[in-house]
């Protein structure tokens, strides 16, 4: 259903009413604003704790380089609490938050309840998820005219909070390594106030991380380095890779660094090519399936082990498969019908969530692993790190040797589909 026709749908709904004459109630089955924007966030049930599973793993991961491995992360990790504030002049607006606003006036919903349910994707807080095992966080920061916050569709908490946790976890914890991907870089600002508060963003990042980064290393021709192992790399203490800047994540021809806010902090702060994304864009889980399957086979056969990004990007990058359902235009507008997910998290729990175990089985048995880093949505109550510690341990890699396609013979990506919902 098109966007336009959803929103008919919606609107002829409610005003037809039902057979009694009775008007429907938008907000029916709706989650309460104080269950969608709670204090800071939501408590997740005890789990056992996979703070140190990366140590524990150490026999089999140390002796790998990043790109022999999976580390599973968290999508859009600071948008576990949200306020109703949003950033002046974004630039990276969701495509459906102009169509929720306008639903939400014409049907006299409060415009924060439609656009929260949507833009929450985590429930835990930064260092929760740390200690829940996910060793890739996703911060999107934004300047709301004071401070720079992390933001999705609405403004978060200070990034302040954010790389506070991450510190205070790797000091903690130091057998373990994350990457940590800073873009979106958002707000209301001239050129030149921009340089200057992309200067001291940076100078923050590094001043919060001081002595755990992994320094910036590319060959005289601009490709990345990432040969050490990450046991190497935990011997010297240089245990948080940080991704930095806006772009497409792919093509370092068409991000290339700004020189206006060049600084002393770019040393260690990885420019945005590192990463390459595989996002499905879509809100059918088959389609996240079909995609993700055309995404897994394409790695491997790519050289996905150890040649850089999987044949993804540019040389030496790491490639990161989004397992995430995103919302679409007709999504947010049908969620006011009876039936329809209503958040995010719904939508979550229905496709994705319980797609990723299989999976992750059916790549783990063929020999595989799925991509360099897993990223998901309520990360806390996801698989993503029993599913990447399974594809890590079933891998056909040896440290240094790659033997591409692993055994990767699913077929085509409609039987894969048909296999995973068995």
Known sequence: MTSRAALLFVACALAAGSAG????????????????????????????????????????LYARTLHEV?????????????????????????????????????????????????????????????????????LRA????????????????????????????????????????????????SSAEKAKRVRELKASLTDALRGHLVPVAVTGDGALILNDTIGEMVARDERVLVVFGDGDYSSSQKNARDDDDASDADAFLWPPWTLHNGWADTDDPGAL??????????FNEKGGGGGGGGGFGEPGSLFKLSWTL??????????????????????????????????????????????NILSVDFAVASDAVRAARLMNAASADEPGKREDGCGLEFGDARGFVAATSE
């Open 21 to 60: 004459g009775a008007r429907p109630n938008p907000l029916e089955g709706r989650l309460s604003l104080a269950s969608l924007r709670p204090e800071r966030s939501q408590k997740s049930p005890p789990r056992a704790s996979l703070a140190d599973w990366m140590a524990e793993d150490a026999a089999s």
């Open 70 to 138: 999976t580390l599973p992360g968290s999508h859009d990790s600071g948008a576990y609490w949200l306020s109703k504030q949003t950033i002046p002049d974004a630039r990276f607006p969701p495509r459906w938050a102009a169509a929720a606003i306008a639903a939400a006036e014409r049907l006299g919903v409060p415009v924060d309840e439609v656009i929260t349910a949507w833009a929450l994707t985590q429930t835990a807080d930064v260092g929760e998820q740390l200690r829940a095992g996910f060793r890739y966080l996703d």
């Open 326 to 371: 995103t919302a679409q235009t007709s999504t947010v507008l049908e969620s006011f019908l009876p039936g329809e997910p209503k958040s995010l998290r719904e939508l979550d729990a229905a496709g994705a969530r319980p797609s990723l175990a299989p999976f992750a089985a059916r790549v783990a048995k063929a020999g595989c692993r799925a991509s």
């Open 142 to 189: 934004g300047w709301n005219g004071t401070a720079w916050c992390v933001h999705h569709a609405e403004v978060g908490v200070a990034l302040s909070v954010v790389l506070d946790d991450l510190a205070a976890f790797v000091k903690r914890h130091r057998g373990e390594f994350v990457v940590a991907q800073v873009s979106h870089l958002d707000g209301a600002f």
């Open 289 to 298: 399936v079909r995609f993700a399957t055309d995404e897994t086979i394409a």
